[in-house]
């Protein structure tokens, strides 16, 4: 299992930007696959992006062009860039780290809230 800790949420006004990480307890290289989920009121958890540990990178159609998701191996971090926010992408973003393998699971982190409102 892989410990996950969100940080960055919060209020921005709508074509505002705002940055989310996720730092885990293991090198970020080793996870398989680190992903961004949110999940806003009365709606299901979906896949905002995700980096493959090859470095690709996938991306809701909603948020291409707009989101872009990295790496930080030296803080073993994840980082979601929002740009040009908008009232839907209010939510609770939720960090997911994949192992294959012997070790496979999944690992969530706690969440953090960004609310994209004027």
């Known amino acids: 299992q892989v410990q996950l800790v969100e940080s960055g949420g919060g209020l921005v006004q709508p074509g ?13 290289f080793s ?5 961004w989920y949110r999940q806003a009121p009365g709606k299901q958890r979906e896949l905002v992006a995700a980096i493959i540990s090859g470095g690709n990178t996938v991306y809701a159609d909603s948020v291409k062009g707009r989101f872009t998701i990295s790496r930080d191996g030296v803080r073993n971090a994840v980082t979601l860039q929002m740009n040009s926010l908008k009232p839907g ?13 012997s070790n496979s ?14």
Request: aromatic share 6%; glycine share 16%.
């Open 16 to 28: 505002g930007s705002l940055r989310v990480s996720c730092v885990a307890s293991k090198s970020i």
């Open 31 to 35: 996870i398989d696959v680190m992903g």
């Open 89 to 101: 992408g209010t939510a609770v973003y939720y960090c997911k780290a994949h192992l294959s393998g």
């Open 105 to 118: 699971g999944d690992s969530w982190g706690q969440g953090t809230q960004v609310t994209v409102s004027s």
